[in-house]
Every structure is written in C-alpha cells, then in structure tokens.
C-alpha cells in the first residue's frame, strides 16, 4: 500500500513549488512516485533514493582512497579544524533550512569564519545594487494577478526555473490577469534566442556583455530622446518599440538573472537595471526581482541580515561583522590565500567556481557537508552524508520574493543519517567545549 | 585550425537534471563536457558534430565535445553548461565585486579527436594534482 502526500514543497530553485504531490510507500520508508515537479525537482526527491547513496561520513587518506569514519569522528574533526584555523571560510548555506544556517551562523561567530553563501557566484552583485539604490520589488502572487509586462532580462527559467512561466509570471490566469498569457506581453534580452525567448512576443538579441548599454538606452527611450541607430546590436526602432510596450503597461515586472549579474559591468549592470525600474514607475506600476537560484539562498541572506546585518560575504574574524565585497567574498579570499581551512555545507563549490578557487580548497583542511557526491566532497579531506531538507526533514525557507516557506519532511532518512541542522548543533557543542578547555 | 569564440556559461535542464542525479554519473558528462557551437563557427573550424575539442582560455584549458548549438543561431557566442568543464576556462577574476566573471570569457577552439571528455570528479581531482595535460 501507499499513500501520497499533497502540497510538498520543492527544494530545488528558488520558485519554491509548493503544489508537489508525493507517493510513499505507507511505512514512509520509501519515496516512490513524484507528481508536479519539473524534469530537476523530480529528479531531486527520487535521487534521495539511490541505491548507491553514501550514508556515513568519510576520510580521504594519503593515497586519495576513502575511509569510512563516525559521525563522532567526523564532529571531532570539524570542530578541530575550525578552532584551529585563524580565519575559516565556511561557505554554502543555501541547499539547507534556515535553523540550519541559524547554528553554523553560532559556530561561524565562536570561531571568527568568513560566512558566505551562494550568493557570491549568483546575485552578490545585485544585493551590492539593492544596498546602492534600494529595489522596488513585489511579491510573485502579486505577479501572478496584476503583471501584464514580463521582462526577462538575462535569465532564462524554461532551462533553471522550469515551473517558473507557468505559475507565475508568463501563463497562470490572476485576479486581474484573467486572459493568462494573451492578455500580456513577454519581452525577453538576452545574448541567445533561448527557449524563453521562443515564447516570447518580442525577443531583443542583445551582444553578449552589452546589457549597460542597453538597460540605458531603455531610460533614454522612455524618455522620447535620441538613440544611436544601434544600441548594444540591437536597432533603435525595436528599443523605441519595447520602451513603449514596457510604458503602456498596467503593472510591469522585470526579472534579471546571472546574464546580468556575472557578465562585466555586473552590480552597475543591477544599479541601471533597478533605474529603469524606477523610471517606469512614472508612467506605470513597476517592480524587479532577482531570479534566485538555489531554493533558500534568499533564506540565508534573510538569517545573516537578522543576525549580522549584512545578506553575504560577512567576515566574523575581528569578532565583529564587516562586509566588503571584492575583499571578504569567497573567490577573492581563496584566490589570495587569505583562510587557511573551508567548510562547505549546502553547495558545491568543486563544480561552481573557478578552477583557480577550487584548487585552493584542495590545498587546505577541508569539510564537505553534502548528501550528494560531487567535485566538492572529492577535493575535500572529509565528507559528510546528510539528510536531503525538503525530502527526509523539513524546515523554513525563503522564495525568491522574500517569502517563507516551510518545507515538508516526506520521506525518512536512511537509518542513521544525521540532518545538518544535527551535525551542526553537534559541532557547536564541541567547538564550545574545545575553547573552555 | 582554431577559431575564437566569446564563451558564456550557464545552466540547461539537462545540466539540472544529471545534477540532481548525481554529479559522479556519465549523464553529467554528457550535460555539461560540452560546448555548443553556431553552425557559422562549426564551418570555420572545419570540424563534424560531435567532435571532441580543446577550449582554451589565458586561464586554463579543457577537453570536451563540441556540438550543435540548441538555442541559436549566435555566431561568435560559445555555451559551455556551469560545471567543472566551463570552470576550467573562464575568467576567474572578480574585479573588486567578488563575482567572478563567468559570462564573456575569450576562448579558443581546436579539434582534439582522441583526447578524452574526463568525468567531473576525475577532472577537479586531476586538476588539483596537477596531473592535467
């Protein structure tokens, strides 16, 4: 016999679904049947499955195999590490809950580490803009019932956010919105024609690392003044054409993405983009939102601002928080050599920086917290299983708009596993044990 | 031959999915050691679909297929999936922002037939040690 569990919170991107129905077997031992997910949500329950699932901690010895160790050794370990290391990097954060991120936050204090999250690789450079000139935002209901202006500006959610069109900003029909996707009109930028450009009513191909150009040309547009005949590729009719498709809406959402945040240019690429919406706001309703990534990124950034006042890159050392981009971010510290120990939970750097970065992990003592296996937990000395949040234990998290969200346990864990939020609470305690000493 | 090519990098619902299946399996491989190419620059290299090719940037050098490009045509624009593979060639400074800049990196393209695609594991473990051609 089974049994389904309705209303199951996706933990993949930052759309955050919260429609996933869920077939388990009725010991709740086993995930079976994924209903409602995207093609990569689906595949992220099912995978908590996999027969080849590695369910205790490890080390990796001088001749690069593997030894399996204790979750107790593993504990000793990390606390070690960390108590030893003048300025850890502990990293990550955004593939976990919010209690989760509340305690290593503990640990990153008592130890005086860096703490970054994702952020740093994905919309860093558009927090440094919101903190430039703040950001008019909504929330993605309001999206939903009121937008009839789409504009995605360097992302492109058919491939990273798959549900994203359909529940809320392309095809869903609102309160105000009841003709759906004919009642509005899609505008997407970007460098290909992708396949959100293809549902598009108009799709402006714009050269690669010119979007400055472009966001600025908008302003000038809405403004009736004289463009260049070409702006950026694109010809300065068809910028005329999509200023006044933007100015003659009823409520106008931009969406931006990593086309903007990691090309060169980057936050003053969000400052212009932020602008624009703010020149809108003369003619129409306008609002703009990062396209997060990870599915509680946004849920970090919310912990660290209660907590430290700053959303990433928040260096503890001097026993205080400071937040300097460009100095206190994780790239910047492991390319100059400046933390002597990582510790990685909820992402996977191996796979997601520069080469350059990734090295450097490699060459330091290092701890991979991660349910998967992937580059990171390869070039870490130490890997530690743990519980997939969203699957096998539950948990808050934040959607792209800010909004939280409680996800669901739905299935149990293999026997044993420990959840982070457990393994933390467990470093924490040692961690205070070794400094009383 | 070689041809340049600007490089953006970025993520794919292939690249999601293998992701999520395991970032150890070959489905990874398949997602993201690969370059998508304008048919215009396949032309210019001389090369068949499917080709293995040497990408190279000032910042480092991988081996991975070179195939038709699935949302195009952009001329002159390369796609390589977010992965290990992109990583091994983009540029990795931040310019003050702590971004590294991961879309608009200058590469190069040359036909490497009987090179080999290397697993993503065995291709950071390789690259830490050293061990990279």
């Known amino acids: 016999m089974t049994k389904t569990v309705t209303d199951v919170i996706c933990p993949f991107c930052g759309t955050l679904c919260d429609d996933l129905e869920v077939v388990v077997s009725n010991d709740g031992q086993e995930l079976l049947e994924v209903y409602n997910a995207c093609a990569i ?84 450079t558009s927090l440094i803009a919101v903190q430039d000139i703040g950001i008019p935002s909504c929330t993605l209901g309001e999206v939903k019932n009121r937008a009839d202006r789409i504009l995605f500006w360097g992302c492109n959610p058919a491939h990273a956010h798959p549900r994203h069109m359909s529940r809320y900003s392309i095809f869903p029909r609102g309160f105000f919105t009841g003709k759906g996707h004919t009642g509005r009109k899609v505008i997407v930028v970007d460098p290909r024609p992708t396949d959100t450009a293809s549902v598009a009513d108009v799709h402006l191909q714009v050269e690669q690392g010119r979007d400055y150009e472009l966001l600025n040309a908008f ?3 809405f403004k009736g003044e004289q463009l260049p005949d070409v702006v950026a590729g694109i010809p300065k009719e068809k910028i005329y054409e999509a200023a006044e498709t933007l100015k003659s809406g009823r409520f106008v959402i931009i969406f931006f993405g990593m086309g903007v945040t990691q090309s060169l240019g980057k936050n003053h690429n969000i400052d212009e983009a932020i602008a624009v919406t703010r020149d809108l706001n003369e003619y129409t309703k306008a609002a703009i939102m990062p396209m997060r990534g990870h599915y509680n990124v946004t849920g970090s950034g919310q912990v660290w601002g209660w907590l430290f006042g700053f959303p990433y890159a928040v260096d503890l050392s001097r026993g205080f928080a400071r937040y300097n981009p460009g100095e206190t971010t994780s790239n910047d510290l492991l390319r100059r050599d400046e933390v002597d120990a990582v510790f990685v939970l909820g992402s996977d750097p191996g796979a997601h920086f520069p080469f350059s970065s990734v090295k450097k992990i490699y060459d330091r003592p290092s701890v991979a917290i991660d349910p998967h296996e992937t580059p990171t937990t390869e070039v870490c000395r130490v890997h530690v299983p743990v519980a997939f949040v969203g699957v096998e234990v539950g948990g808050c998290a934040y959607r792209m708009d800010n909004v939280p969200i409680e996800t669901r346990k739905v299935v149990e864990p293999p026997e044993g596993m420990m959840t982070d939020e457990e393994f933390l609470k467990h470093v924490l305690a040692r961690v205070k044990e070794i400094q009383g000493e | 031959m070689a041809i340049r090519v600007n490089l953006i990098t970025g993520r794919t619902i292939q690249q999601g ?18 370059i998508e190419l304008d048919p215009a620059d396949f032309k210019k290299l001389g090369a068949f679909r499917n080709t293995n090719v040497r990408v190279t940037s000032k910042y480092g050098s991988v081996i991975v297929k070179a195939v038709e490009a699935t949302q195009g045509p952009h001329p002159g624009v390369a796609y390589i999936p977010m992965g290990p593979w992109a990583n091994m060639v983009v540029n990795p400074n931040t310019y003050s922002t702590g971004m590294p800049t991961f879309k608009g990196t200058p590469v190069e393209v040359e036909v490497a037939k009987n090179e080999p695609v290397l697993s993503s594991l065995e291709l950071v473990r390789k690259g830490c040690r050293g061990e990279l051609a």
């Open chain 1, 41 to 124: 949500g689906a595949e992220k329950f099912l995978h908590s499955q996999a027969k080849d699932r590695i369910t205790r901690p490890r080390m990796r010895q001088e001749d690069g195999s593997w030894k399996e160790i204790s979750y107790d050794d593993a504990i000793e370990y990390t606390a070690r590490m960390l108590t030893d290391a003048k300025k850890p990097l502990m990293y990550g954060w955004s593939s976990t809950n919010c209690e989760a991120q509340a305690v290593g936050s503990e640990i990153g204090e008592l130890v005086g580490a860096v703490m970054d999250n994702t952020a740093t690789v994905c919309h860093g």
């Open chain 1, 219 to 221: 302003r000038v547009a």
């Open chain 2, 17 to 34: 999915v293998s992701m999520e299946a395991g970032k150890e399996k070959p489905a990874y491989t398949t997602a993201c050691g690969i």
